[in-house]
């Protein structure tokens, strides 16, 4: 691959998108292989997935701009179903997925991240969707997920406003979880993703599925959801072992993912 690299340390899986001559963009090519590298993960051995951009300015500096400027109207419409099929690909991966946003994450890169589970930053991050300043609608999710995460108004007012804003302000309004050192970042991002590792897989990933499908379900039918998701935990080797665990005092768990 030429614009990702992917690593596995232990249980966890680093894809990094490497583009730096346009400050990790995403044109089809990055798009196309972005999604072969998800595809690729081994979910057996990788436990969680963390996301980064290459180099120290930008996590992803929005969609490729040279790329969409002369899109038709159908064109428009299959660039954005390219990058939508791409990140919701990332949003219902069984694993989670944790954005470490080391930069700049404008349009498509802000879409990135909160196509993620969990996000990350460093100090001078800079979140934003500057669609509606470049004549176009957020066409990666943005539209749907923004106001999701933070709530529709201030979604509204970031949009409309095609408004930047900063690490700390992300981190006021709910976009990120954690703000870091640029240096600590990667590390940290490495540490919560090995705190997540070890707990039981089944769990992680049925919590994961009984969160993302109960948000868009009314109450009565995500209780289901819940229900079945939570029922499918016993009987299973990481069931017996986590409570085994606990009625005999033992502290050492080794979850297998069965
Ligand atoms: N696309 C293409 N190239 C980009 C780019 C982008 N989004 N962002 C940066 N680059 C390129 C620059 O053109 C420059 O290339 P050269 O001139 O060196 O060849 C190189 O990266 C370095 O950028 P700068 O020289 O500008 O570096 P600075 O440090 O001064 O500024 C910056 C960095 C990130 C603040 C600035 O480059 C910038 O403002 N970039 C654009 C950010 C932006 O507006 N992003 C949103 C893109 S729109 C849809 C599908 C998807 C979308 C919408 C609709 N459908 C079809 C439904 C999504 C849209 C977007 O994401």
Same mark, same amino acid.
């Not at 500096?61 to 299959?78: P, Q, T």
């Given at each position: 691959m030429?614009?990702?690299?992917?690593?596995?340390?232990? @249980?966890?899986? *680093?894809?990094?998108?490497?583009?730096?001559?346009?400050? %990790?963009? !995403?044109?089809? +090519?990055?798009?196309?292989?972005?999604?072969? /590298?998800?595809?690729?993960?081994?979910?057996? /051995?990788?436990?969680?997935?963390i996301i980064t951009g290459g180099g120290e300015k930008s996590f992803v #500096?929005?969609?490729?701009?040279?790329?969409?400027?002369?899109?038709?109207?159908? $064109?428009?419409?299959?660039f954005g179903k390219r990058g939508n099929d791409v990140f919701r690909k990332i949003e219902t991966l069984p694993i989670p997925v944790i954005a /470490?946003? %080391?930069?700049?994450?404008?349009?498509g890169g802000c879409e990135l991240s909160m196509a993620c589970d969990?996000?990350?930053?460093?100090? %001078? #991050?800079?979140f934003g969707q500057p669609e509606t300043g470049l004549g176009i609608t957020p066409?990666?999710?943005?539209? &749907?997920?923004?106001?999701?995460?933070?709530?529709?108004?201030?979604?509204?007012? !970031?949009?409309?406003?095609a408004a930047n804003i900063k690490a700390d302000e992300a981190f006021r309004?709910?976009?990120? %979880?954690?703000?870091?050192?640029? $240096?600590e970042l990667m590390d940290n991002a490495k540490k919560l993703a090995n705190k997540i590792a070890n707990n039981a897989p089944i769990a992680v990933r049925n919590a994961k599925k009984a969160i993302? +499908?109960?948000? +868009? &379900?009314?109450?009565?039918?995500? *209780?289901v959801t819940e229900e079945k !998701?939570?029922?499918?935990?016993?009987?299973?080797?990481? &069931? /017996?072992?986590? @409570?085994g665990a606990f009625i005999e005092k033992r502290k050492e768990k080794t979850f297998t993912n069965s």
């Open positions: 030429e614009f990702i690299k992917y690593d596995v340390e232990g @249980m966890v899986g *680093i894809i990094t998108i490497d583009r730096p001559k346009a400050m %990790n963009a !995403l044109n089809s +090519d990055v798009l196309k292989e972005l999604g072969s /590298a998800v595809d690729a993960v081994d979910l057996d /051995a990788v436990r969680v997935l #500096a929005g969609a490729d701009i040279g790329e969409m400027k002369d899109l038709s109207k159908s $064109e428009g419409e299959e /470490a946003v %080391n930069g700049y994450a404008l349009g969990i996000r990350l930053c460093s100090e %001078n #991050a800079l066409g990666f999710g943005g539209t &749907q997920r923004l106001s999701r995460i933070v709530g529709v108004g201030i979604a509204k007012e !970031l949009i409309y406003g309004i709910g976009l990120v %979880n954690h703000v870091y050192p640029a $240096e993302n +499908d109960g948000i +868009d &379900q009314p109450m009565d039918e995500a *209780i !998701l939570f029922g499918d935990c016993f009987e299973t080797h990481d &069931q /017996a072992e986590g @409570m």
